[in-house]
């Protein structure tokens, strides 16, 4: 059973997506916010699997509640599925940045949202519709690294070519393919890079592998 908190400021689209959550099995609401501040203190009390988070709502936004929730040590399995009315902004990589698992638009299909959740419940990708690893390279493109190599000398060369890889966006599955290794050999490289990188979860492995320099942002 997958424990969602749906945190929005408009009572009628919490409803929307309590009546399509609820209508699943494996999927129970445990809580509903209608500013970052609620969803800070619902997530500090309730210990959902994953928030529901708009991103713009008063009190607190959601770029601010997720980054708080994210920050405490208590909250470490809390995963944060952004979602907004808006395409290509700046809250994309505002989100990840701040400790998002992913990032949703709210005009996507219900099974998307579906899907996005049991995705990032798991903690196994990034990729979520609507936000493309393309448009991740556009923000980060516009953002030199901070620092060029901090903390690739603590992974091997075997973790770099894996954090490479999670970066463009492949699986397990097509990491162990393209390796010639077994998807539980690939996902033990990848979690110890996280463990070493102080990673949260793959979406922040691919920010850490932009933001350092390890992966260049393709152009179209």
């Known amino acids: 059973m997958i424990r969602v908190v749906l945190a929005d400021d ?21 809580g509903e916010a ?4 609620g969803a800070v203190e619902l997530a500090r009390r309730l210990t959902p699997d994953v928030v ?11 770029i601010e509640a997720t980054r708080r929730i994210a920050a405490d040590p208590a909250l470490a399995e809390v995963r944060v599925l952004m979602l907004t009315n808006y395409g290509l902004d700046a809250y994309v990589f505002a989100a990840l940045r701040a400790g998002a698992s992913g990032f949703l638009l709210k005009d996507a299909d219900p099974a998307d949202l579906l899907q996005a959740i049991a995705v990032v419940a798991r903690g196994d990708a990034l990729l979520a519709p609507g ?11 516009t953002r030199p690294p901070t620092h060029p190599a901090a903390g690739r000398e603590v992974l091997t060369a075997r973790e770099q070519e894996m954090v490479e890889l999670v970066a463009r966006g492949l699986s397990n599955e097509e990491i162990a393919g393209r ?3 077994s998807p539980l050999t690939a996902k033990t490289h990848i979690n110890r890079a996280m463990t070493k990188l ?15 320099g390890l992966v260049t942002p393709r152009r179209r």
Not at 131 to 141: D, W
């Open 10 to 30: 408009q009572a009628l689209m919490r409803a929307g997506f309590r009546a399509l959550l609820e209508a699943e099995d494996d999927l129970e609401v445990v």
């Open 34 to 37: 209608g500013d970052g501040g």
């Open 52 to 62: 529901l988070m708009d991103v713009q709502m008063p009190v607190l936004d959601g």
């Open 131 to 141: 936000v493309t690893r393309t448009l991740i390279s556009e923000f980060v493109s």
């Open 179 to 181: 390796l010639v290794i």
């Open 198 to 212: 102080h990673c949260r979860d793959r979406a922040q492995l691919v920010v850490w592998a932009y933001e350092s």
